[in-house]
């Protein structure tokens, strides 16, 4: 089936530095890939959506300075969050739509990112 | 605004039991809603995908109903398992443009021996 691996699967670091999650569809091509947070107790809040080549679309509240994301290739997305602060500390999970099909979207395993 | 509501409260049944989880939407209308399996510490994994046309859909021993016109999906797990235990997730297409979901709270499910 098809598999998204995301990395790291956590994270910890201090307030002010930069953290970037990597997503990666293994074994197929993604023409789009999503970003979503998920905080304790709490669905999936989707923060944007990445197509290869193009700049990504961000949800409304979402700071595209502050969560940069590059899809430069079909089996590739990053999520850059700048200048993390203690409030950024959550549950990253991306997923990937492959190309030309109806399959529904397939997810990482997460990032846990905690800020100190 | 759009809502997407599952039970908040965690369900608890007995091994064998059927589980029933209820997803309710408002002030929409939508060509599909999914199913996800989450469990603690990892990504959200596809279990069914049931469309507007479609009253019910079957998968070993998960049923996904769908009605349109009370604007609920209940999600059945028969004969259940302790490997059950997870959180169930609905999802919709609010956009209607085919592919960015909104997912509801979930309701985690806990099969007891």
């Known amino acids: 089936g098809a598999v998204v691996s995301q990395h790291p699967s956590w994270v910890i670091c201090k307030s002010g530095t930069s953290v970037k999650i990597e997503c990666r569809s293994l074994d197929f091509q993604a023409t789009t890939m999503f970003w979503y947070r998920q905080f304790p107790k709490q669905s999936l809040m989707l923060m944007a959506t990445s197509n290869e080549g193009s700049k990504a679309t961000y949800e409304q509240g979402v700071e595209k300075d502050k969560f940069l994301i590059n899809h430069a290739s079909l089996t590739l997305s990053t999520l850059t969050v700048t200048s993390a602060h203690p409030e950024d500390s959550s549950f990253y999970i991306c997923s990937a739509l492959q190309a030309s099909s109806n399959q529904p979207q397939h997810f990482g395993d997460g990032t846990r990112l905690s800020i100190l | 605004s759009q809502k997407i509501e599952q039970n908040s409260e965690a369900l608890n049944i007995q091994e064998g039991k059927t589980a029933t989880l209820t997803c309710n939407y408002t002030?929409?209308?939508?060509?599909?809603l999914q199913w996800y399996r989450q469990d603690p510490g990892r990504g959200p994994v596809f279990l069914l995908l049931i469309r507007e046309n479609e009253k019910e859909k079957r998968k070993e021993r998960l049923k996904v109903t769908f009605d349109t016109t009370l604007k609920q999906s209940l999600f059945h797990i028969t004969a259940s398992q302790p490997a059950d235990s997870a959180t169930y997730l609905c999802a919709l297409d609010v956009t209607g443009g085919g592919n960015k979901l909104t997912f509801g709270t979930g309701t985690q499910l806990k099969v007891e021996l």
């Open positions: 002030n929409y209308s939508p060509a599909y």
